[in-house]
């Protein structure tokens, strides 16, 4: 019986799975700085949208322009929608990055210190690893489709600054001597009937320019504790508040500032209706 001893016919197809060059790398990599510049564009935004605010907020204030409260509130909230936008855009560019850095890491380990020959090309037919596309559509498939993606979303937009501010705001506009909702259980705003203060508690006058402690979070007229402190560093004067206090430790606080103005504009408004009646 005659024995076939041709060996089997090579198979020089492209295998399911090839190892990364070096120069698959560098045109990765430059995919992953485009979108890095991407995130620097929306940095510049988002700081202009917040340079744009402040100068909204203090032309208001300081020229007590509260002739038109829903104007005002409009704006807050047509700028807090589009702020909401972009910090979901940049969040899901966050994301991408995050992605990408991985799938970089994934391409270093696989490439191989000699390329692809017809001599060791089976090895590759036989290899189960993921391909690069694979790997990419099963991470952002993991992103995309996340039970918790919602809600990571939610709390990314709720913990930026600058959207609090406009949230708050846009709140206080609408109810100026309202808690803001996280301040619902706060144990001062309790004692004082479930309302915000807008008098200073140490002289009992009304804010007109308040500021508010870094290390308790009670709120001042700011020539009044100045005076009080001096340089000195004290005990918060707030009954009940063990807080040690020093000039460095206060900042101003807009918001309060906006309560007094808001509540001082409706009060002329409804004193201006009973007059007309």
């Known amino acids: 019986m005659e024995v076939d001893d041709t060996p089997d016919m090579l198979d020089i197809s492209v295998p399911r799975y090839l190892p990364m060059s070096q120069e698959t790398l560098k045109t990765f990599s430059a995919m992953v700085s485009a979108r890095e510049d991407n995130l620097g564009r929306i940095d510049s935004i988002l700081r202009s ?14 020229e007590n322009m509260f002739e038109n409260i829903g104007y005002t509130r409009d704006f807050m909230i047509v700028n807090l929608q589009s702020l909401e936008r972009i910090l979901i855009s940049k969040y899901e560019l966050e994301n991408w990055k995050a992605i990408a850095f991985e799938i970089r890491n994934n ?3 696989q490439i191989p210190e000699d390329p692809a020959t017809l001599s060791n090309l089976q090895q590759y037919h036989d290899a189960n690893d993921e391909t690069l596309n694979e790997f990419i559509r099963r991470r952002v498939d993991e992103m995309k489709n996340s039970p918790e993606k919602d809600k990571n979303i939610r709390e990314y937009v709720n913990k930026n600054d600058l959207y609090q501010l406009l949230k708050n705001m846009a709140f206080v506009i609408e109810k100026p001597t309202d808690p803001l909702p996280e301040e619902q259980d706060d144990d001062d705003v309790a004692m004082a009937g479930g309302v915000i203060s807008l008098k200073d508690p140490m002289s009992l006058h009304t804010f007109k320019e308040p500021v ?14 100045e005076e009080y402190l001096r340089n000195e560093i004290k005990t918060c004067p707030v009954a009940g508040c063990e807080g040690r206090l020093a000039k460095f430790d206060l900042r101003s606080d807009d918001l309060m500032l906006l309560r007094v103005k808001v509540f001082e504009a409706k009060q002329q408004a409804d004193d201006f209706e009973i007059e007309t009646i």
């Open 107 to 109: 391409l270093n380990q």
């Open 49 to 62: 949208i917040k340079q744009d605010i402040d100068k909204y907020v203090e032309f208001i204030i300081g």
């Open 212 to 225: 508010k402690s870094k290390k308790c979070d009670h709120v001042f007229e700011k020539s009044v504790i």
